[in-house]
């Protein structure tokens, strides 16, 4: 089978590989969508994420769907069912695994994570219980970009988002405009987005946004007081990971209003003004990956509540990855897909 391997920064190459055997527990997935994430993008340029360093050859990829093949003895599956593969495996018997956070397993397996491989594959072998079958109505695109909009789903969970809210979400990259999905569907009614690229503004615009913030014309938390009669909205979300958007959080929530990060900060240690953060009653709220977030991915897709397929620039095959890397790489690109 072909796989895209990650030697060194700036090398990607297709390789013929041995197909996985499936064990058991797991399904043998002819994988068919994948989309190109910032984290593989920045795997591309850097060769690490932080402690995550790329010192043998990786496959990228971690957002996926495909066609089972075949299954082990106890997997619940059959040839032919169209899945979504979750990334993160995690150890299932870690206290977090078993308090049902298994997002922050310290043993979790997850694709295209040093060392684990992901799916720029023609086929993974994939434990049955971190795949999901996908209705007719949900494509094979959709499924793959579960991923990202799980990412979102979390974070308004993380926000508890309910009906009637106002929310401001930084950062017009997948993440945030998947989020920007995921709290109108939790019921949020006024939802204004920041960025400084105009096209992603204007991609969140048609998107629905009740208005976009472009940052470097206004200040964020200016704009957001005029829009909220000088409160500030009940939920931000941080999804850009830029050192501004993170500082001006706590500038455009309103008192007792919730405070939830995304976006990664690089290298970057951020002063905090804890005063404010008590004064004014803040609840500030990590969110990481995402838990028990595929089903209800997945219904909302099949229901038609969430689009993702619309976030999409370009598609491209698996024998022309480092074209797309490179396309990838451009500021105006939302998300790239490789399809096989
Ligand atoms: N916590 C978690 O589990 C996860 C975190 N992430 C992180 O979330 C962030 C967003 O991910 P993607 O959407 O894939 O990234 P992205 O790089 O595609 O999008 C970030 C967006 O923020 C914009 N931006 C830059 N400076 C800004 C500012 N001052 N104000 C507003 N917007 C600004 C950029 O123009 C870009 O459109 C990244 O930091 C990523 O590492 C991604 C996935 C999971
Ligand atoms: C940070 C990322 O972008 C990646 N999706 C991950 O969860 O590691």
């Not at 977090?96 to 997850?110: A, I, S, W």
């Amino acid at each position: 089978m072909h796989v895209a391997v990650l030697d060194e920064p700036g090398s990607l190459r297709v390789e013929e590989r041995e197909r996985p055997e499936p064990a058991p527990d797991e399904l043998l997935v002819n994988v068919r969508e994948i989309g190109i994430c910032g984290s593989d993008v920045h795997y591309y340029e850097h060769g690490k994420i932080g402690d995550y360093v790329v010192e043998s050859p990786l496959i990228l990829g971690h957002e996926s769907a495909g066609e089972v093949v075949a299954v082990g003895e106890r997997t619940g599956f059959e040839p032919g069912d169209r899945v979504a593969l979750e990334p993160g495996v995690p150890c299932r018997r870690c206290a977090h695994c078993k308090r049902g956070e298994y997002n922050l397993c310290p043993d979790v397996t997850f694709m295209a994570t040093p060392p684990d491989d992901g799916a720029f594959a023609e086929y993974v072998a994939w434990p049955a219980d971190f795949a999901y079958r996908l209705p007719d109505s949900v494509s094979l695109r959709e499924g793959a970009l579960c991923e990202p909009l799980s990412v979102g789903i979390h974070a308004a969970r993380r926000g508890n988002v309910d009906v009637g809210d106002s929310v401001l979400i930084t950062g017009c990259g997948p993440i945030g405009l998947l989020a920007m999905e995921a709290v109108r569907a939790a019921g949020a009614t006024e939802v204004f987005i920041s960025d400084m690229v105009p096209e992603k503004l204007r991609t969140a615009e048609s998107r629905g946004a009740d208005a976009v913030i472009d940052v470097r014309e206004e200040n964020l938390a200016g704009a957001v007081a005029n829009l909220t009669d000088g409160d500030g909205v009940d939920i931000v979300i941080e999804a850009s990971g830029a050192k501004p958007a993170i500082r001006s959080t706590i500038d455009s929530v309103r008192r007792g209003g919730t405070i939830v990060l995304i976006g990664l900060a690089q290298n970057a240690e951020i002063p905090l003004d804890t005063g404010e953060i008590i004064d004014n009653e803040l609840d500030l709220f990590g969110s990481f990956r995402y838990r028990n977030t595929y089903p209800a991915a997945i219904d909302l897709l099949a229901d038609n509540v969430v689009d993702v397929e619309g976030i999409v620039d370009f598609e491209s095959g698996l024998d022309d990855i480092d074209k797309a890397f490179e396309r990838a790489m451009n500021e105006e690109t939302v998300k790239g897909m490789i399809t096989i």
